[in-house]
């Protein structure tokens, strides 16, 4: 059983200081290893946009807002596009512009490192909190209360009669969907990377769904069938 938590990873982005768009973009990939190297990557060598027409360009760098809508409205009507855009002319103007801001961000080395090794702790859960703490402290980050909320949760499933020593947590570890929030898991048979159950927090699930209000939920899912073919295996090929 591996966990991990949403919660204490946007803490510490947030604490880096990135840029909201860039922090977005991080919590986002969380949980995809793949994706999260490339972003990091991208933050040590910022790279300019692409695609870019010569008259956008020359707009982005006037900072004439008006005169930049204008021509995209102008653009998006002759083209026929304006019809089926889910953008107006103003967001899309907003939106390249937050694009090249992102784009022109660039981290320090420093900072570059406190991420990549926060990604990198990986180790029983039990001795996750004095980690955390000692990380945070290390880095310089106020992690305080996503630490102490995170701390709280060990001690209960410590106290549910949950053998923390037997889990595993990894920083890195998440499930790749909008709506987790906070801690989460995923068991697999040693050995096999098929997910048998997997879940956690998910306090945004429902106003994602359109609840107007934050909305406290936790759930799971089981994959029975990869269960019942783990159960038939003799014990030398349940790793197989």
Request: charged share 20%; net charge negative; hydrophobic share 45%.
């Amino acid at each position: 059983m591996t966990l991990g938590d949403q919660s204490v990873f946007e803490a510490v982005v947030a604490a880096c200081g990135l840029p909201a768009g860039w922090q977005k973009r991080l919590i986002h990939a969380f949980g995809n290893s793949a994706q999260i190297d490339t972003l990091l990557t991208r933050l040590s060598s910022p790279q300019p946009v692409a695609g870019l027409s010569a008259e956008i360009e020359a707009l982005l760098s006037s900072g004439d807002d008006a005169t930049l809508i204008a021509h995209l409205d102008e653009t998006m009507e002759a083209t026929g596009y304006s019809t089926n855009a889910s953008r107006s002319p103003k967001e899309i103007a907003a939106r390249l512009k937050e694009k090249r801001a992102l784009e022109k961000t660039a981290l320090d080395g420093r900072t570059l490192a406190v991420l990549r090794e926060f990604l990198s702790l990986n180790m029983p859960f039990a001795d996750a909190p004095a980690a955390l703490f000692q990380f945070a402290e290390k880095s310089g980050l106020t992690l305080d209360g996503a630490l102490s909320r995170f701390d709280a949760r060990v001690a209960a499933l410590g106290n549910a009669g949950v053998d923390a020593k037997a889990l595993t947590y990894r920083a890195a570890f998440g499930r790749p969907l909008d709506y987790y929030t906070g801690m989460v898991f995923e068991i697999v048979i040693e050995g096999s990377s098929a997910v048998l159950a997997g879940g956690g927090r998910f306090d945004r699930l429902m106003t994602l769904l359109g609840a107007k209000e934050r909305i406290p939920a936790v759930g799971f899912a089981l994959w029975l069938d990869r269960m019942e073919q783990a159960l038939a295996k003799p014990k030398g090929e349940a790793a197989q």
